[in-house]
């Protein structure tokens, strides 16, 4: 989406151009000062130091910020997907001294008139959100799906001690079910066969969504286009009648601390062996290299969310960081 640095949309309601603030695109050299702005974001566990330089870069996303007398306030990022469709809402955030005040409702609706006037195309917003929605929330939006997250931590080094005591993360699942042969990691080729030209994973995926590290994606060939410039580990039990499926985005640094990473992994699907053998699997290959400490992410079936947990508890000794929270992909119309 190419537009000029500094914003106005004619279009834009009175009220919300009476609310003081300026609009700009984002450029490398507002980094600091909304980094400045985002350090209390998310307990640590903040993508966006990691991603910002390639969210400046993708053409189908613009980064907004709201400005006040000139100085960052806010920031929305914009992503129009599923094949020009939807545009998905990112990376939202208001200075800590600007919250309560209404700066982000006038900055998703300043976003959402910039992109219908660019993409008249546009029929829906789409966002992923992981805070209780409430009353009014559930007047704006349609869920689409939900999925558990359980988060844990552990340093790299005793993890690997852990697994290699379990006899490895390609091996059998701590269960007395019958013996299951090991997952199958895909390469783009057969991702695209799987999730495009057939329609075996639509039985697996939650809302026939691909939700890739909190972006939800439709399985549509455009959207495959933009998973597969992602270092993502696509992984099923059966290629050929899968019935778990799981992405593992790569380890990235976060700035909660000096050597953190962060391991993200959507897991789809309802067997609890297979999904247990398919984080294993990740976990080995991801924690090989490692050093320092990891907060591993698993996004998952909710019902699957407490035996995973008494599993990273007491077969792993990971530490859980936080009792059950959900992932909430949501929608509305854009009008
Ligand atoms: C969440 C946050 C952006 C809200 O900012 P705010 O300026 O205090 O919010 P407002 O005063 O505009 O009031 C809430 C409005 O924002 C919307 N909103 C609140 N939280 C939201 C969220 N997580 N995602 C999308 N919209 C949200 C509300 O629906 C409401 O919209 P409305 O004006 O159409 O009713 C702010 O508290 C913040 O920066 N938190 C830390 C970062 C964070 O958690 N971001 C959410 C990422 S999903």
Request: hydrophobic share 40%.
């Amino acid at each position: 989406m190419k537009i000029d640095s500094s914003l106005s949309a004619p279009q834009l309601p009175e009220s919300l151009s009476q609310a003081g603030l300026q609009f700009t695109v984002a450029t490398e050299e507002d980094f600091d000062d909304i980094m400045a702005m985002s350090q209390d974001i998310y307990g640590g566990l903040d993508y966006l130091p990691t991603r910002y330089s390639s969210w400046l870069q993708e053409t189908n996303r613009t980064v907004i910020l709201a400005r006040k007398q000139g100085k960052v306030i806010a920031l929305e990022s914009v992503c129009v997907i599923d094949e020009g469709e939807t545009m998905l809402v990112e990376g939202l955030r208001v200075a800590p001294q600007e919250r309560g005040k209404g700066v982000a409702g006038v900055l998703l609706r300043f976003c959402s008139e910039l992109v219908k006037s660019k993409y008249p195309e546009v029929k829906v917003s789409r966002l992923t959100r992981d805070d209780q929605l409430g009353p009014k929330d559930f007047q704006k939006y349609r869920i689409i799906t939900k999925q558990g997250i359980l988060l844990v931590r552990f340093r790299a080094e005793d993890l690997k001690r852990r697994l290699s005591d379990l006899g490895g993360g390609e091996s059998q699942p701590a269960s007395a079910s019958l013996p299951k042969p090991p997952p199958v990691r895909l390469d783009q080729s057969a991702v695209r066969r799987l999730f495009l030209t057939s329609d075996l994973m639509r039985g697996v995926l939650p809302n026939a969504t691909i939700i890739q590290d909190w972006q939800p994606f439709k399985p549509v060939p455009g959207n495959m286009a933009i998973l597969m410039k992602k270092d993502i580990d696509w992984m099923v039990d059966d290629a050929s009648k899968p019935s778990v499926g799981s992405l593992c985005t790569f380890p990235f640094r976060v700035p909660i601390g000096e050597d953190w990473y962060y391991l993200n992994i959507d897991m789809f699907g309802k067997d609890l062996d297979l999904v247990r053998q398919q984080f294993l699997s990740h976990l080995q290959r991801h924690t090989a290299t490692l050093k320092g400490h990891i907060m591993c992410q698993m996004f998952l079936d909710p019902p699957l969310w407490k035996p995973m947990a008494d599993f990273c508890r007491h077969a792993l000794s990971v530490e859980l960081v936080k009792e059950y929270t959900e992932q909430c992909v949501v929608e509305s119309d854009v009008m």
